[in-house]
């Protein structure tokens, strides 16, 4: 199905579209496969931001532009010493900080992998929420062959999702994992034809739109929690607060110290 997909705003590296409360995010670089340079990563943390703030969108996904790769990590031709290099001469890693906005953001991102998640696009992927997968999907790091590697996310939340033994396999030998494959390892979550690929991933939105957004918020913040240390817990309890002000308890400290007296908490009901 076609869909009237609306420019949120123009960048050079990404394309950041609304429709029907769905905000997708378009790594737009097929002539490198869709590798990531500082740049698109600035513009991807910003379209993060931007939906996280914007209560119409519900649901995030991240795809990747064509029908060759959903993102190849990070751009050879820009890697320097000590990062990847921009435009302002500055070598960096900052698709670090999109790993944790993706975490933080108290909505669901489903990965769209329409072809090769290799390296740091393989990263991307494993930190999403969801993953669905075209068939001719491929999948795995390539660190060890090209001097890098992912202690973070990439490793350890991938650990959690598949295994250790597996894990190991996957960084000590970079080789390549159809989307069936990925799939029965536990990192993909529903495979179909690239041609049914957009359907499929917008059936899921539709269906999570349906769910209560505060109860998806707390169950991806739980999950988080287990895995983020102590910036997961503060997540959580940041919302535990949230939830809390919402109670008429909360409200009557604020209350009373207005009105100047004393705050009256026993009238609210006790919950055992
Ligand atoms: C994707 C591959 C397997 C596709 O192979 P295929 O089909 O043979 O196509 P190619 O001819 O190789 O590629 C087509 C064109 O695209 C260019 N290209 C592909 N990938 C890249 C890339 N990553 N950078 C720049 N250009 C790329 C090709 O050059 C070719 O262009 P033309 O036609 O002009 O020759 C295959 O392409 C492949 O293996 N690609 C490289 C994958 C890779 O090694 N990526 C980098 C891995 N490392 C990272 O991502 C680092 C990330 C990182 O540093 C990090 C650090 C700390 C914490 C987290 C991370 C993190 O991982 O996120």
Not at 8 to 35: C, H, M
Not at 102 to 108: F, G, H, N, S, V
Request: hydrophobic share 40%.
């Amino acid at each position: 199905m076609a869909r009237n997909w609306q420019t949120i705003k123009e960048y050079s590296d990404i394309l950041f579209q609304y429709w029907n409360g769905i905000a997708k995010i378009t790594i737009n670089r097929p002539e490198v496969y869709n590798a990531f340079r500082p740049e698109t990563n600035f513009q991807m943390i910003e379209a993060m931001e931007y939906s996280r703030e914007h209560p119409e969108i519900d649901v995030i996904i991240l795809t990747g532009a064509g029908d060759k790769a959903f993102c190849s990590g990070g751009d050879q031709n820009v890697k320097g010493v000590g990062g990847y290099v921009g435009e302002d001469g500055v070598p960096r890693l900052n698709v670090l900080e999109l790993h944790k906005k993706i975490r933080e953001i108290p909505k669901p991102v489903i990965a769209m992998v329409n072809g090769y998640a290799i390296g740091g696009g393989h990263v991307l992927h494993v930190v999403c929420d969801l993953t669905i997968a075209s068939e001719n999907a491929k999948f795995g790091q390539t660190g060890p062959k090209v001097g890098s590697f992912d202690g973070g996310f990439g490793s350890s939340y991938l650990a959690r999702s598949i295994g250790q033994k597996k894990t190991r396999e996957i960084w000590f030998l970079c080789q390549q994992y159809s989307a069936q494959e990925a799939m029965e390892m536990g990192m993909v979550n529903k495979v179909v034809s690239l041609e049914q690929l957009e359907d499929a991933t917008i059936e899921w939105c539709e269906i999570m739109q349906q769910r209560s957004p505060m109860a998806l918020r707390m169950i991806k913040r739980c999950l988080n929690a287990e895995l983020d240390g102590q910036h997961g817990l503060m997540q959580l309890a940041g919302d535990a607060t949230l939830m809390y002000y919402l109670m008429d308890e909360a409200q009557e400290g604020k209350k009373a110290f207005l009105e100047k007296r004393k705050p009256d908490f026993k009238k609210f009901p006790k919950f055992l």
